[in-house]
Structure formats: structure tokens, C-alpha cells
């Protein structure tokens, strides 16, 4: 019997994310939620399917970070549109532009509490302390309009994941609705207001220090930070979540080691510390202590969030626009090598202080790593011990390639996360480097790799348990508990499942580095050992 194919609310998303330019888009299938994929199935779309909500959504932050462009996660109702919050708390703390759509139970029983399948009391409200923005269609014709305000308040800064839910009889129904083709989703441009005060500021600075923050990356506005810093010869700190948005082998690159006594002087006796897209939070201040003794100029696109941890003069706005209108009016200094010194020795100082703790096999593995990536790979961190180093320690050299979940510190964030930044980048070598407690929240997804055809790599440190937690219980309690973990033969789960893999030692890494890039499907490598953190150096 012959079946007529009739066109669909769902149908519509599917049209709508098409129209939005959206190319992949990420999630797992569930009972109300499948008018979607069937829309999905004849869509230019990719449809990247994972194991758990959880591991879709981390997937799908690291594709908008890698690519910075929104990524749509497609979600079912009730427990799986659940699943996906802890990734969309990372998302939001990140500001990452991710789209969940899920479906909803049938309208007229919305709030009722009758006991349907997956029902929540209030399932947008669930989300609605999460995400920027939420919304509901309560027809077919509300979707186009819908899907590009979700759009668009995702990509307006300060940019986040945003929260769609569509009634399972909405999806189903006729939609009623000519095809949609085109949608316009742009925000209008901003001003910004006080940049001649800004420029009087800076241009009179005589140790102008640049500290720069995630939102340089978010913005696409490394081109305009190297060039002020090269406008008025200012060394560059950045934050951990703006590793890469200027290269740390720069002459005037200060790095991101935020703890280390050379960068907090660095940045306490700047007579103008400019600020850019940074939060100032508790990682990158010492728990606050920091204390700034120069001017600050804050550029955030958050109002909200300037003066919130010191007193600053305050930008508004998106950091390419501000940076750019900062540009325009800036007269350049002549360079005197006062601020290459100054980032000279910073990084020659941390260097020296963690030569005399004799931290020769972690520095030796972020070498290794180092070495074995080309400058434009992408390397996902998870919270894991060597990740901490990373952090600090770890030289990113281009921007949207440094991915690390510290925005709100979760597990399991690495392996996923470079797989949707290989679907975002196909011909860029994508490493996640994962503990063996962070890895077994998405372990399922070598399947999913296989599955998908995502060529990335992951380096899996094996000590046997939550490492860091280990190390922070003994120091702070004397005895540990709790943290040391039976875990499986990574090398033989990882075989089966259809995925080479090779097990690894501190003096082979490069060579097996190397060898796993090269695979054309997905790879992994196995390091066995306990590793340890660094003390903060005088």
C-alpha cells in the first residue's frame, strides 16, 4: 500500500532550520518528538544521533564553539528533554549559542496533570532559569516566526542556548503553512555608547595591560585585539575561556596561568587594565581576591555584568563592534619593547617556578600534545587533571580551538564536545583529552562516531578514579574516599566497540598521537597513570 506523504508540523522545523542555514544538527529521537526526524529523513540537514541528551547537547556546544554558528539540538519530551539540561547549563555559562527543540505533550492537556505519557508539570519552566529565552508554539503557523526569534536570540550577544518546545499534536498535524524558503533571523546593529572616554583612557596609559575573555572568541574579534594590542603595545592575558583568541607564542602573549603570582602582578599593576568579554569570575580572579590597581575599561555585551566585581569604565556591546569603534579613533604608539619585555617574563618567570617542582612528566605530556597537533586542530579538555594544566599551562595558538567546559566545571564534556567540533570542522585534527571518570558518562558515544563517521581522537588518562578530586580531598581532609573507581579494560571496551586504539606511555605518546590523528574514522589512545597538579609559583 502506497503512503501519502503529507506535509507536517514537523516537516515545518525541519524547513525552518533549513532556512536559518543551519547544516547539522544533533539529538535523539523519542515517541512525540518523531515528526521531526521524519522531516529530518528527506533534509539537506545532517543528523548526528548520539547515545544520551546529555552527550547531544555537549556535542552540540562544541560544533557552535568550534564553528561559531547556532546549533540545533532536537530533544523528545519529559526525560529526554531533561537529560540535556546539564549541557545546556554548560552552554549557558559559556555563552554558546545551542537551539533545543523539543517536542511538548498534546496541547489541550498541557498543565492538566492527567498523568500522560512523559508529562511534566511545567516542562518550559524547567528550562526557563537555564537558557536566554524560551518559547512554545501553539500552531503550525508559529514556527517560522518561533525558530527565528530562538535564532536570533541566540546569536545576539551576549550570545546562549536558547528553548523551543512544539505540542506533539502541532508536530503532527497538517501544517497548513507554505513551505518555507527564507526566514530573516538578524538583529539589528547597536551603537556604542562611550568610546571617546575609553580611547582618552587607553591612549594615556603608560602600562596598559589587554585581559581577554570568551567573549573576543564568541564575537570573531581576534583580528581586532591583536591589532589594539599592537596599537598601543600592550601585553595580553586571557582568561581560560579565551585561550586562542590571541597566540600564546605571540612576542606580546602574557598566557592564561590566572593563579600564578607573575600574572596576577602583571595584571595588578597595569595603570589600565582593558577588559574585554570576560566575566571577571571566581577562576580567573583568585576567588576575587585579584585586586586591579589601575583604571578598568570592562567591553561586555552584558550590562549587567559591568562594575559587578570591580569598579570599571563600562562598554556595552558585542567586542568586535567595541573594539572596532575603539580602533577607529585610537592613535597608535611607538613601540619601545617595554611590553614584550613585560610578557617575557611573565612566561619566563612561571617557567622558571615550575622548573624548581620538577613537574617533568605533566609538562612533558602538554608538550607532547603540543608537538603532535597542528596549529588550527581543535582540542577538547574535559575537568580532568591534565585539563587543569591545559588550562594554565597549555600553549592555544588560533582561536575556536580550545575547548573547556569551566564555565560550569562538568564531567564528560571533552569527548563529545570534539566530536561536534569535527562535524563543524571535517578536515581540522580534533583531540579530546579526558580522565577515565569523565569518560564513562559518554562512552556509549564510540558508537556514535562510528556511527556518524567522526574522524576525531581521544586521549584518555586512566588513574583510576576522579584524579583531581582525589588530590583535593587528601589535601584538604588527609584521607580520600569515595574517588578511586573499578573500571573496565579501556583498551579492550574501546576494540569493542569497533574503535582502534592503542595504549600508551609518556615516551610513546607522540609517536601513538600521531597515529590516531591519522585514522580516518575515530581513534583512541590510552595513557595509564596517575598525574599531579603544580603549586601556584611566587
Not at 6 to 33: Q, S
Not at 72 to 98: D, F, Q, R
Not at 481 to 509: I, K, M, N, Y
Request: hydrophobic share 45%; charged share 20%; proline share 7%.
Amino acid at each position: 500500500m502506497a503512503v501519502t506523504r503529507t506535509r507536517i508540523g514537523g516537516h515545518v522545523v525541519v524547513e525552518c532550520l533549513e532556512a536559518l542555514g543551519a547544516e547539522t544538527a544533533f539529538g535523539l529521537p523519542g515517541i512525540h518528538a518523531l515528526a521531526i526526524w521524519d522531516g529530518l529523513r528527506e533534509s539537506r540537514l545532517r543528523y548526528l544521533g548520539f547515545r544520551t541528551e546529555l552527550n547531544a547537547g555537549f556535542a552540540a556546544d562544541g560544533y557552535a564553539r568550534a564553528s561559531g554558528k547556532p546549533a540545533p539540538l532536537l530533544l523528545s519530551t519529559g526525560p529526554g528533554a531533561l537529560n540535556s539540561l546539564t549541557a545546556l547549563m554548560e552552554a549557558a555559562s559559556a555563552h554558546v549559542p545551542v537551539v533545543a527543540i523539543a517536542s511538548q505533550i498534546p496541547s489541550e492537556l498541557i498543565g492538566r496533570g492527567r498523568g500522560y505519557l512523559h508529562e511534566l508539570r511545567d516542562q518550559r519552566a524547567s528550562f526557563a532559569p537555564l537558557v536566554k529565552w524560551t518559547g512554545r508554539a501553539e500552531r503550525a503557523a508559529d514556527l517560522p516566526d518561533l525558530l527565528a526569534e530562538a535564532w536570533r536570540q541566540a546569536l545576539t550577544p551576549p550570545s546562549g542556548p536558547v528553548f523551543v518546545e512544539i505540542p506533539v499534536d502541532v508536530l503532527t498535524g497538517e501544517a497548513g503553512v507554505e513551505p518555507v524558503d527564507e526566514l530573516d533571523w538578524e538583529a539589528a546593529a547597536s551603537t556604542v555608547p562611550g568610546v571617546e572616554e575609553a580611547v582618552r583612557v587607553i591612549a594615556a596609559a603608560e602600562r596598559p595591560v589587554l585581559w581577554a575573555g570568551g567573549g573576543v572568541s564568541r564575537s570573531g574579534a581576534w583580528p581586532e585585539l591583536a591589532a589594539l594590542a599592537e596599537r598601543v603595545q600592550a601585553p595580553v592575558a586571557t582568561s581560560y575561556m579565551g585561550k586562542g583568541t590571541f597566540p600564546e607564542d605571540h612576542p606580546l602573549a602574557a598566557g592564561s596561568a590566572a593563579d600564578e603570582a607573575a600574572f596576577k602582578e602583571l595584571v595588578e599593576g597595569a595603570d589600565v587594565l582593558v577588559c574585554i568579554g570576560t566575566e571577571l569570575g571566581a577562576e580567573t580572579t583568585g576567588q576575587y581576591s585579584l585586586s586591579p590597581g589601575g583604571q578598568i575599561v570592562q567591553i561586555d555585551a552584558a550590562a549587567e555584568r559591568i562594575g559587578s566585581t570591580y569598579p570599571a569604565l563600562g562598554l556595552v556591546g558585542d567586542a568586535k563592534a567595541v573594539l572596532g569603534a575603539i580602533l577607529e579613533r585610537l592613535p597608535a604608539r611607538e613601540p619601545d619593547g617595554q611590553a614584550e619585555r613585560a610578557a617575557t617574563e611573565v612566561r619566563d618567570r612561571i617557567g622558571r617556578g615550575l622548573d624548581e617542582q620538577g613537574r617533568e612528566l605533566e609538562r612533558g605530556l602538554l608538550e607532547t600534545i603540543r608537538e603532535a597537533l597542528p596549529r588550527d586542530a581543535v582540542h577538547a579538555w574535559d575537568m580532568t587533571i591534565l585539563a587543569y594544566w591545559a588550562g594554565a599551562h597549555f600553549p592555544a595558538l588560533s582561536p575556536r580551538r580550545f575547548l573547556y567546559p569551566l564555565g560550569s566545571g562538568t564531567l564528560g564534556y571533552a569527548w563529545p564536545a570534539a566530536l561536534g567540533a569535527k562535524a563543524a570542522l571535517p578536515d581540522a585534527p580534533v583531540l579530546a583529552v579526558a580522565g577515565d571518570g569523565g569518560f564513562l558518562y559518554n562512552v556509549a558515544e564510540l558508537a556514535s562516531a562510528r556511527q556518524n563517521h567522526l574522524g576525531a581522537t581521544l586521549l584518555l588518562v586512566d588513574d583510576g578514579g576522579y584524579g583531581i578530586l582525589r588530590e583535593y580531598q587528601r589535601d584538604s581532609f588527609g584521607e580520600t574516599f569515595a574517588v578511586d573507581l573499578v573500571q573496565p579494560e579501556f583498551v579492550e571496551l574501546a576494540e569493542a566497540f569497533g574503535v582502534p586504539v592503542r595504549s600508551t606511555a609518556p615516551e610513546t605518546l607522540g609517536e601513538d598521537l600521531a597515529w590516531a590523528l591519522a585514522e580516518e574514522g575515530p581513534a583512541v589512545v590510552v595513557l595509564r597513570m596517575k598525574l599531579e597538579m603544580w603549586t601556584p609559583t611566587a
